[in-house]
């Protein structure tokens, strides 16, 4: 069940600038947490604030749980969508509570909202606090009660723009856990945007990546990792080494040796292999793999990432588990078991 849908939205700020959101359209399903990622300036946050109707889009349809939000000039006003917003900064109100901070958006009897209101905050695990003002909370705690704001009134969707982005790094892997635990315990649908791949990987059911305001996929965490549909995708998810290729009949040349693939003989002229540390593995014997020198083997706990080079010293980095033991620094066998081919020129 689709609950948000939005079809060829188009948003420019400034007649002579670039559209700041451009022709996207994609869907929401019910319950589901979908990460919005992109570098700064493509477009996430705007997306978002058209989507709580903050702003119009100059083109494009919006609707929300069956109920079309959007449409030419047809714009239902921001507090009737009945979206619940959580803002970079919290936006707590540092007078009120933190009880009379969660009473603030429901519209309800006071009796009825003061039950909703502890109800919500103790499925946040603030109980102990409701008496308390912001400034007296950790920075995890505020972002939880900000939460608890947000989804009291019971929305059709939450959106939360960077919410991991001020919280240190220690703080911010419990935390993704502990928001996400709370929003699947809810079953409320909800977007976060997030310039952090791994807030994104870790966090979303599902991802969409904009560049430049164009949606360019939106897929699975392991989909947009192990097959992204265009070199900016791929590159946004993480280090991929490249490899210089001749093709041939049946494989290709490159400066760490032959690559035998059938392939190859689609391409005409330089390739490019793309592929990433994880994707090629160094080898005790040698054989029809490829060759090189091992130049460095960096140590990070639970991973190695060995440095190997070719003759001009052009080097490639390829991941192995961190109980592999690397005595001498010299010659080494490895291989690919994945990559991607670009046309080089
Ligand atoms: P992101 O959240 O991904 O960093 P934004 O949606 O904030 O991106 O911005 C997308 C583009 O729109 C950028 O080029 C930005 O400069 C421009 N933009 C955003 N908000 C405004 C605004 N209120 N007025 C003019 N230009 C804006
Ligand atoms: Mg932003």
């Known amino acids: 069940m689709q609950i948000l849908t939005l079809k060829e939205i188009n948003k420019k700020y400034d007649q002579a600038k670039d559209f700041a959101v451009n022709k996207v359209s994609f869907s929401v399903n019910e319950g589901e947490i979908l990460a919005l990622v992109g570098e700064?300036?493509?477009g996430k946050t705007t997306l978002l604030r058209l989507i709580a109707g903050l702003e119009h889009p100059d083109q494009g349809t919006i609707a929300l749980g069956g109920q079309v939000i959007v449409e030419g000039k047809k714009s239902v006003p921001a507090h009737e969508r009945k979206v619940g917003m959580v803002f970079q900064d919290y936006a707590l109100f540092p007078h009120l509570t933190i009880l009379e901070n969660v009473l603030y958006g429901i519209s309800k009897p006071k009796k009825e909202a003061e039950v909703i209101a502890k109800e919500t905050l103790k499925l946040v695990g603030l109980t102990e606090d409701h008496g308390k003002y912001p400034h007296q909370l950790s920075g995890g705690q505020q972002q939880r009660v900000a939460l608890a704001r947000a989804i009291a009134p019971n929305p059709r969707?939450?959106?939360?723009?960077?919410?991991?982005?001020?919280?240190?790094?220690?703080?911010?892997d419990q935390v993704r856990e502990e928001?996400?635990?709370i929003i699947k315990m809810t079953g409320i649908t909800a977007i976060?945007?997030?310039?952090?791949t791994k807030d994104a990987l870790s966090t979303a059911d599902r991802i969409a990546i904009l560049h430049k305001g164009y949606l360019q996929q939106i897929d699975v965490p392991k989909n947009l990792y192990e097959n992204p549909v265009n070199p900016y995708v791929a590159n946004f998810f993480g280090k991929r080494n490249e490899l210089i290729a001749n093709p041939s009949e049946d494989g290709f040349y490159t400066s760490f040796g032959y690559i035998a693939d059938p392939e190859a003989k689609k391409y005409k002229s330089k390739v490019r292999l793309m592929f990433r540390p994880e994707h090629a593995e160094v080898v005790q014997r040698e054989g029809q793999q490829l060759t090189g020198n091992i130049v460095k083997v960096a140590y990070f706990g639970s991973h190695q990432l060995v440095k190997i080079s070719d003759e001009q010293g052009y080097?490639?980095?390829?991941?192995?588990n961190p109980g592999r033991v690397f005595d001498n620094l010299?010659?080494?066998?490895?291989?690919?078991?994945k990559y991607d081919i670009e046309e080089a020129f």
């Open 157 to 172: 969707i939450l959106l939360m723009d960077e919410p991991f982005s001020n919280l240190d790094a220690l703080l911010k």
């Open 179 to 181: 928001i996400r635990q």
């Open 192 to 196: 976060f945007v997030t310039h952090d």
């Open 315 to 320: 080097s490639v980095s390829i991941r192995t």
């Open 40 to 42: 700064s300036g493509s």
């Open 330 to 337: 010299g010659n080494a066998f490895f291989y690919l078991w």
